[in-house]
């Protein structure tokens, strides 16, 4: 099981992410607006402005602080035990 930080100590599974897409089109902000009214958001955001928007296997939806870029590259890291095996 891999957790992904998605900000302020905010963690993610990782098997349970379907996408990570920026907020800013349209359709993203229904998705989040049917999330809400269907009770299916989570907001991780602490207030701050919502940068990614998660979508899990699930249908729920996940909004976070950080650019989705960064979410990505968390997504791609290697655990730390599996780097230390390697060489």
Do not use: C, F, H
Not at 17 to 36: D, H, L, N, Y
Not at 45 to 50: A, D, H
Request: net charge positive.
């Amino acid at each position: 099981m891999k957790l992904i930080n998605i900000g302020y100590g905010n963690m993610v599974m990782a098997d349970r992410v379907i996408a990570i897409v920026s907020e800013k089109s349209a359709p993203i902000k229904r998705i989040i607006q049917e999330a809400r009214e269907n009770g299916m958001l989570i907001d991780a955001t602490y207030g701050r402005r919502t940068r990614a928007v998660i979508i899990t296997d699930s249908r729920q939806v996940v909004l976070a602080p950080v650019q989705p870029e960064t979410i990505a590259g968390r997504l791609e890291e290697k655990p730390a035990a599996a780097q230390e095996g390697e060489g």
